[in-house]
């Protein structure tokens, strides 16, 4: 399974940023996609998962700012990040978990967001 982001950058406080990530290789449906963020010297952490059936999963820092979407047919899941913070700079990782409960992870694309 490969999984190829886009979408990351450099913007302001208060600026909006939309990541894609897109999952092929896979015949198999995906359970869960999401999004995770690993900042400088933390832990990776998520921002927000969304099932194959529509359920989402926020991480509090990021409710009522980000939305996360999927397209099930095109095996693609997007977060919209709207009203950033200089707290939400990190790298942003794309994750994937098939039926089986296998995970997959994509390289991460770097947000940064300056005061």
């Known amino acids: 399974v490969q999984l190829q982001a886009s979408g990351g950058g450099l913007v302001q406080a208060g600026g909006s940023l939309r990541l894609s990530c897109a999952a092929s290789?896979?015949?198999?449906?995906?359970?869960?996609m999401g999004w995770y963020h690993q900042a400088p010297g933390m832990q990776r952490a998520l921002v927000a998962t969304?099932?194959?059936?529509?359920?989402?999963n926020y991480a509090d820092s990021v409710k009522g700012r980000f939305t996360i979407s999927r397209d099930n047919a095109k095996n693609t899941v997007d977060l919209q990040m709207n009203n950033l913070k200089p707290e939400d700079t990190a790298v942003y990782y794309c994750?994937?978990?098939?039926?089986?409960?296998?995970?997959?992870w994509g390289k991460g694309t770097l947000v940064t967001v300056s005061s």
């Open positions: 994750h994937v978990r098939t039926v089986f409960a296998r995970d997959y």
């Open positions: 290789g896979s015949i198999f449906r995906f359970d869960v």
């Open positions: 969304i099932t194959s059936g529509g359920t989402t």
